[in-house]
């Protein structure tokens, strides 16, 4: 199973440099089965511009995090520390490769009335195969 995450540009290309490693979460989602992570890049790119597959997720907390994956992080500690401000635990998608799509895809074209997820939306393997082909 996969899901779609809305993902800034800025790290959208940072993934797709090999520099960040992590996709950094306030939540993850409950679902054992999801192994991969569709990447919707947020305006003004507004496609589907690739993919990740997860190696693990880490969870601890904030300070903790960020001393085990600072190294491949592709933000900064500043914005770490700010999106983390007063949570109890911080979660990161560890990457364990990625694709970039030749040709991203307009997700209105494939998902009806699509909007942008806040958090994550569920995408079974057989959606995905209408998508892609």
């Given at each position: 199973m996969k899901?779609?995450?809305s993902i800034k540009p800025d790290f959208v290309k940072e993934i797709f440099s090999g520099r960040k490693k992590?996709?950094?979460r306030?939540?993850?989602?409950?679902n054992k089965e999801v192994n991969s992570v569709i990447i919707y890049c947020t305006m003004p790119v507004g496609k589907i511009v690739g993919e990740f597959s997860i190696d693990c997720i880490e969870c601890e907390k904030p300070s903790v995090l960020w001393e085990k994956t600072k190294n491949f992080s592709g933000i900064s500690k500043e914005f770490f520390d700010d999106y983390f401000s007063g949570r109890e635990k911080a979660y990161a998608l560890k990457i364990a490769s990625y694709?970039?799509?030749k040709k991203p895809i307009n997700p209105s074209n494939i998902i009806q009335s699509f909007i942008a997820p806040q958090s994550f939306k569920y995408v079974t393997e057989d959606e995905f195969k209408r998508?892609?082909?």
């Open positions: 899901i779609i995450l992590y996709e950094y306030k939540s993850v989602f409950n694709k970039e799509y998508w892609v082909v």
